[in-house]
């Protein structure tokens, strides 16, 4: 009877022993995982930056009726615009959470991107009256409309979605780790089963 006793107390030791022994080691991996992730995540959070040129050619008109009315001084200008323009992702800024207990990696919000644009202006054939000079006023007028053509241009060239490819590389090294961790990947909810997923995510 004791030596049966013996026995149960040995297997049980055995037995626990045994699951301390791998369930730590698995809550180990794991956490080495999770800081393998972390470290991941910190090597790409850098400035995305794709860059492009713009020129422009504006034409600048300006009257005004003077002497009640009765004459009118006009004020004009020819400006060449030429303008650096980057589009950029400070991934730096990406919200994100580790879920161990579901080996989940989710990504709850990507940045979105910032447009810079740097334009030189050169300015021809400028014409005022001593009654219509040029101004700050006009020049920040000048100004304000050719960066609203500008963000026109921008907006039909394929700067953005060439920034937006780049973004994606840089997301799809998440995927390709979570994935050779056993760990999912998560975006708004929807899990990222290739890297062609993470094409059609929305920004």
Do not use: C
């Not at 004009?76 to 950029?88: E, G, I, P, W």
């Not at 780049?166 to 760990?183: D, M």
């Amino acid at each position: 009877m004791r030596k049966l006793l013996y026995v149960l107390i040995l297997v049980l030791f055995v037995l626990f022993g045994y699951r301390y022994f791998f369930n730590d080691k698995e809550q180990t991996i794991l956490h080495e995982n999770s800081a393998l992730i972390q470290e991941q995540i910190r090597n790409v959070s850098k400035l995305v930056v794709t860059e492009g040129h713009f020129s422009q050619v504006f034409s600048y008109k300006n009257s005004k009726a003077i002497f009640a009315n009765l004459v009118n001084v006009e004020k004009k200008a020819l400006v060449v615009v030429n303008a650096d323009v980057t589009v950029s992702y400070d991934l730096s800024q990406i919200e994100y959470e580790l879920d161990e207990s579901t080996k989940t990696l989710r990504i709850l919000n990507i940045p979105k991107e910032e447009i810079k644009i740097s334009p030189d202006f050169e300015y021809y054939d400028v014409t005022a009256d001593f009654f219509n000079p040029f101004n700050a006023e006009d020049y920040n007028k000048i100004k304000d409309k050719v960066n609203a053509q500008l963000m026109k241009k921008i907006e039909a060239s394929n700067l953005k979605s060439n920034a937006q490819n780049r973004l994606i590389s840089e997301l799809s090294k998440f995927y390709i780790l979570t994935s050779s961790l056993g760990w999912t990947l998560q975006y708004e909810g929807n899990s990222i089963k290739s890297s062609d997923d993470l094409q059609h995510i929305k920004l």
